[in-house]
């Protein structure tokens, strides 16, 4: 599946325009975060932009939120590795490579950084990490994140934590236009 179309797909199973923000933004991240490691950039923006394509569907119930995405990504034919990484984001058992760990922490930090833009006149453009950093020990900031899923990506991803918020910023940059930031 190509961009596009990704974001076609993505599109319609969206319900709301905070959701499908919140899934580019996390494809931008992925994207970035592929490019750091050499690693597949397509692959990895597709389990971004999949990660939450069920929210508005199934909200926060536990027992179906990622399978139902997982049900509709497998009928679509998208790659298995995509379908594990988007189960990966919600469910332990599915974290086996680095790109179903990564997406955890790419989730984490989209909300951070929504947040940090959402204060900022400028929005995302010239975003520092030193005042993400601060944001990120502000623990009333962005009440949403678990802020140890976003310092977690050293422990995961052997990224410290200046470079992986560097890396997310990158992210967010590219995709910035496509989600009014
Ligand atoms: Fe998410």
Redesign the pocket.
Same mark, same amino acid.
């Given at each position: 599946m190509d961009r596009e179309a990704a974001h076609a797909f993505a599109r319609q199973r969206c319900l709301k325009e905070t959701t499908y923000r919140?899934?580019v933004l996390?494809e931008g991240v992925m994207r970035s975060l592929a490019r750091r490691f050499d690693e597949d950039k397509d692959l990895w923006g597709l389990t971004g932009l999949f990660? /939450?394509l069920d929210?508005d569907h199934t909200g926060d119930d536990g027992a179906q939120h990622a399978r139902m995405a997982a049900g509709w990504l497998r009928e679509a034919g998208v790659d298995e590795r995509v379908v594990n990484g988007v189960l990966a984001?919600a469910y332990d058992d599915y974290r086996t490579d680095r790109m179903s760990r990564a997406v955890v922490h790419a /989730?984490a930090v989209?909300?951070l950084l929504v947040a940090s833009a959402l204060v900022r006149p400028q929005r995302a453009a010239g975003m520092k990490v030193s005042s993400v950093k601060k944001k990120l020990k502000e623990r009333s900031f962005a009440p949403g994140v678990n802020p140890d899923e976003v310092t977690g990506a050293e422990a995961t991803l052997g990224l410290p934590l200046d470079e992986f918020l560097a890396v997310s910023i990158e992210g967010l940059q590219e995709v910035a236009p496509e989600i009014e930031l």
């Open positions: 919140h899934l996390v990660h /939450d929210q984001h /989730d989209a909300g």
